[in-house]
């Protein structure tokens, strides 16, 4: 199947800085990908989706100026958490659309965000 | 509104046995339906999926689901289960809505016990 990296896999911040999250596809060209946070023990909330070329559309209640998407390129998506408090603290996953099979999600191996 | 239970927090069986992990979604149509699994501090595998056709389907690792429409029900299964297996579990559904969507289960843990 499709790969998808994630990079860094964990990072530790401090109270105040900012962080940025990659999310590539290796195998294939994704016009599409999905940012999802995951709290401890909790399913997926998706955050936002992610359009090569264009703005990101983010789910209800997500700050889109906190979380900062941008999709330049087809194989590469960014997050970054703009001046992240503990209560960013959580795992963020990303996924990515493969354009030959439209209907299915390959997810990133997730990157675990500590801030202090 | 559309939505994915999965009844089960978490789950235990003995190294071996057999496995069934329920989910139920709500949709007025056929969905596009996804098992994934997690293991700890890692993203997600799918397992299998269905879009149409026959209703039982064949995933990896020796796992299956079957899709019952009556039942609006897409349990997974497994004949025999191994330590390996022990993880999160994910049912979800892809809806089409003007764009794609996947609206996740709050996921069962199975335990596996020697």
């Known amino acids: 199947g499709a790969v998808v990296s994630q990079h860094p896999s964990w990072v530790i911040c401090k109270s105040g800085t900012s962080v940025k999250i990659e999310c590539r596809s290796l195998?294939?060209?994704?016009?599409?990908m999905f940012w999802y946070r995951q709290f401890p023990k909790q399913s997926l909330m998706l955050m936002a989706t992610?359009?090569?070329?264009?703005?990101?559309?983010?789910e209800q209640g997500v700050e889109k100026d906190k979380f900062l998407i941008n999709h330049a390129s087809l194989t590469l998506s960014t997050l970054t958490v703009t001046s992240a408090h503990p209560e960013d603290s959580s795992f963020y996953i990303c996924?990515?659309?493969?354009?030959?099979?439209?209907?299915?999600?390959?997810f990133g191996p997730g990157t675990r965000l500590l801030v202090l | 509104a559309q939505s994915v239970t999965q009844p089960d927090i978490h789950i235990t069986v003995s190294e071996g046995a057999s496995l069934e992990l329920r989910c139920n979604y709500s949709?007025?149509?056929?969905?596009?339906l996804f098992w994934y699994v997690q293991s700890p501090g890692q993203g997600l595998q799918l397992l299998l999926k269905?879009?149409?056709?026959?209703?039982l389907v064949q995933g990896i690792k020796g796992f299956e689901a079957e899709f019952k429409r009556s039942q609006s029900s897409f349990n997974l299964r497994k004949p025999s289960v191994h330590w390996s297996d022990a993880a999160e579990y994910f049912c979800?559904?892809?809806?089409?809505?003007?764009?794609?969507?996947?609206?996740f289960g709050a996921g069962t843990r199975l335990f596996v016990k020697a």
């Open positions: 992610s359009n090569e070329g264009s703005k990101a559309t983010y």
């Open positions: 949709y007025g149509a056929t969905p596009y």
């Open positions: 195998d294939f060209q994704a016009t599409t």
């Open positions: 269905y879009f149409s056709g026959d209703t």
């Open positions: 996924s990515a659309r493969d354009p030959r099979d439209q209907e299915t999600q390959y």
């Open positions: 979800a559904v892809g809806l089409n809505t003007g764009g794609f969507k996947t609206i």
